[in-house]
């Protein structure tokens, strides 16, 4: 058995794309998942599967989640280890300002790193795995560099703020 933390994309955003915490809950049940578990309503889900490809979770949770909405739900996990590693590699970069980390479905290419880094300004990004640190001193919903950026040219991603970040690496990190 397996323990992962899935983060669920876009949900909860607007009138047609809700997905209430009882629902997700029975719908990670339906599609295998155990001990399930979420933090606040944006999609944040601790579960232990049999499944132990992270691929292959994805899918399976991806599967329910559109049979049950009607509507994609792009899914990416973690293991608690990953989490740990994310929220550590956040905290010693030490920014002062407005802190976001968006989670990739894939591991980027160092291609693809270099052109985001190319977008960015300096000190505005650090990639580490599938993890891109977004650096931000305004507020978020105003900044140049965001989540849709990061999708732009690494593929699917979703985001979540540090202190998030780091409240799901102490709950439910190794």
Known sequence: MATWIAFLRAINLGATRKFPKADIVAAVERAGGRGVQTHINTGNVLLEHDLDQREKVEAVLEEEFLRDRGFDVPTICVTPEELTRIAADAEALGHGGRHYVSLLKREPTDQDVAR????????????????VHLLLDDDYHTARLTNNVVEKHLGVATNRNLTVISALARKWGA
Not at 116 to 131: H, N
């Open 116 to 131: 985001i880094e190319a977008v960015a300004s300096a000190g505005e990004l650090a990639v580490g795995g599938r993890a």
